[in-house]
Structures are given as structure tokens and as C-alpha cells.
T-cell receptor, first 114, second 114 residues
Framework: SQQGEEDPQALSIQEGENATMNCSYK?????LQWYRQNSGRGLVHLIL?????REKHSGRLRVTLDTSKKSSSLLITASRAADTASYFC??????????????FGKGTKLSVKP | KAGVTQTPRYLIKTRGQQVTLSCSPI?????VSWYQQTPGQGLQFLFE???????NKGNFPGRFSGRQFSNSRSEMNVSTLELGDSALYLC?????????????FGPGTRLTVT
């Protein structure tokens, strides 16, 4: 079963606006990762945040992690049309160490209009 | 460094046939994971290999199998294909650590079963 659940399922914004996507999960994790996918192509890794971290930045991306609420958020600032894609959160469950089995949510479809 | 490569990129097979997909990880990465992506089920973990050993397996029937070679290249095999096996098959490679590392995905193999 899916561990991560993204919210919202779809998001439509204007260029220049910020986009916020949320992710909730169920079990203890080693880390949580965010990926982007354009039109059924391969996934592009965006950012990884470990279970002992609370916030991480990478360029226009800001990720937060609240392990007590089992939730994460991805903020994309000053969005561009090129950010149009599906965004997935993936959890690396802690079964006594990482074993390479990311559990993905169903994703948020982001549309950025010029 | 070259990225993760997958071959073939597209494949059309008939029900009952079998298929083998190949994945070459990023140089130095010893962990290879496989995922199936369908519109209905989303991204689902198939299995993960590290040092030629399957460390983890998702909830898929025994028709799905894989292996990893000494050079870390991996193959997955699906026997007795069913229409529901039509999907995008993605492999990902990563370094290995107790608390996990980023997984880097290949472009995928799109399998169509008719």
C-alpha cells in the first residue's frame, strides 16, 4: 500500500507564485525524498531530508519534515512554466536500516501557467 | 558521470510471452532498485539488489524476478505476461548507507502487453 499521500492531487498557479505540496506518511523513516516527473518520463531527484533534519533548502526548493506528525512539505518559490510536472514524495522506511525500497505517494500534478 | 541507463526504452509483447529489461547503474552505485508505474497503482517497489543479492522484494507475484551481476548491472524478468503488466518500469541506483541515500532513476522502459 502507498505510504506517502500527497496533497493536493492537483495544483494550478501562475508563474511567479509559490507552490506548496504536502505529504503524509505512516511509519518510521530513515529519510524522505521528493522527486519530479515530466509526462511519464523518469523521475528526477530533487531533495532528500533525513529523519533527524527539520528543514532543507536547495535553490528555489524548501522542504520541511515533521516526524511527530509524519508529514513533509515541499515549497517551490517563484515558480516557472518549466516547473510544470508531477511531484512525488517517497519515504525510505526504517526497517532496521535502509534497504532501497522507497514508498511513493500518488503525487501532486503541478501546472504553472505563463 | 553517466546516468542510469535502461534498455530497451520501449517494448511491445504479447500475453503469455516473457520479457527481460536491463539497467546499468551510475558508476560506483551498488544498489539497484526496480519500480513499476501504472496510472492506477502509481509507483510500486518491485525489488532491490545489492552486491548481487536481493535484499528486499515488493508485493508482486513470482512471475517478476531479477538479478544483479558483479558489475552492478541488473536485469528484471517478467514471465507469462498479462495485460496488467503494461507499465513504465523504472530502475534506480544509489550508494548504500544505513540511513539511505538518494536514488537516481533511469528513463524507464515502457512495456505494452497486447
Amino acid at each position: 500500500s502507498q505510504q506517502g499521500e500527497e496533497d493536493p492531487q492537483a495544483l494550478s498557479i501562475q508563474e511567479g507564485e509559490n507552490a506548496t505540496m504536502n505529504c503524509s506518511y505512516k511509519t518510521s523513516i530513515n529519510n524522505l525524498q521528493w522527486y519530479r516527473q515530466n509526462s511519464g518520463r523518469g523521475l528526477v531527484h530533487l531533495i532528500l531530508i533525513r529523519s533527524n533534519e527539520r528543514e532543507k533548502h536547495s535553490g528555489r526548493l524548501r522542504v520541511t519534515l515533521d516526524t511527530s506528525k509524519k508529514s513533509s512539505s515541499l515549497l517551490i518559490t517563484a515558480s516557472r512554466a518549466a516547473d510544470t510536472a508531477s511531484y512525488f514524495c517517497a519515504t525510505d522506511p526504517n526497517y532496521g536500516g535502509s534497504q532501497g525500497n522507497l514508498i511513493f505517494g500518488k503525487g501532486t500534478k503541478l501546472s504553472v501557467k505563463p | 558521470k553517466a546516468g542510469v541507463t535502461q534498455t530497451p526504452r520501449y517494448l511491445i509483447k504479447t500475453r503469455g510471452q516473457q520479457v527481460t529489461l536491463s539497467c546499468s547503474p551510475i558508476s560506483g552505485h551498488r544498489s539497484v532498485s526496480w519500480y513499476q508505474q501504472t496510472p492506477g497503482q502509481g509507483l510500486q517497489f518491485l525489488f532491490e539488489y545489492f552486491s548481487e543479492t536481493q535484499r528486499n522484494k515488493g508485493n508482486f507475484p513470482g512471475r517478476f524476478s531479477g538479478r544483479q551481476f558483479s558489475n552492478s548491472r541488473s536485469e528484471m524478468n517478467v514471465s507469462t505476461l498479462e495485460l496488467g503488466d503494461s507499465a513504465l518500469y523504472l530502475c534506480a541506483s544509489s550508494l548504500v548507507a544505513q540511513d539511505g541515500y538518494e536514488q537516481y532513476f533511469g528513463p524507464g522502459t515502457r512495456l505494452t502487453v497486447t
